[in-house]
């Protein structure tokens, strides 16, 4: 049997190094681009309406997740859950691959839908940096079978987590007008 308080401490360096570590290498792939480095790539430019996709997937599997935890089918739960982890993952990877092959698209939209846009890319952005810790905390927790905790967090994080996947949809449906082609 493990030490529910040790896999806590085992992970929680972990997760603070996770944690910082994917903003700063988005942030810094993000800069990167292959032709700068004498790598001949086409943009990927097919990658954004798929990784659209995936978020607005991740969005089902995570309230299809809770409503399986709320009929009390925690087995399903726990494969969703894996399922959302998988997805963000798979998002996260297309997104550094297509910015490292593509310039940013810039939102070509005007006055108040200018405003929206950026509220929703800006909140976007910074929630799914605070998401990463809160979705590995609760992860850790599941894992240590520290349920009542697992709950307090997961309580926070599906919100969050959600809000990311669904305002990463609609932050692509408002861009993609403006994609070169």
Do not use: C
């Amino acid at each position: 049997m493990k030490d529910n308080s040790t896999v806590d401490q085992k992970y929680n360096k972990l997760i603070v190094f996770v944690s910082v570590l994917i903003p700063v290498v988005v942030a810094v792939l993000f800069r990167v681009k292959l032709k700068d480095f004498g790598f001949d790539v086409e943009p990927l430019s097919f990658l954004p309406p798929i990784y659209a996709t995936i978020n607005g997937i991740t969005a089902v599997v995570l309230v299809s997740a809770v409503l399986a935890i709320k009929k009390g089918n925690k087995e399903l739960h726990q494969r969703l859950m894996t399922v959302a982890i998988a997805l963000s993952l798979a998002f996260l990877v297309m997104y550094v691959a297509y910015h490292m092959t593509s310039d940013s698209t810039k939102f070509g939209g005007e006055g108040f839908i200018r405003l929206v846009y950026f509220v929703l890319l800006i909140s976007h952005i910074l929630l799914s940096i605070a998401v990463i810790p809160l979705v590995l905390i609760t992860y850790v927790r599941a894992l240590a079978a520290k349920f009542d905790q697992h709950k307090k967090i997961a309580k926070i994080t599906f919100p969050i987590w959600l809000y990311v996947a669904i305002t990463g949809v609609i932050v692509y449906i408002m861009i993609a007008p403006y994609y070169v082609q």
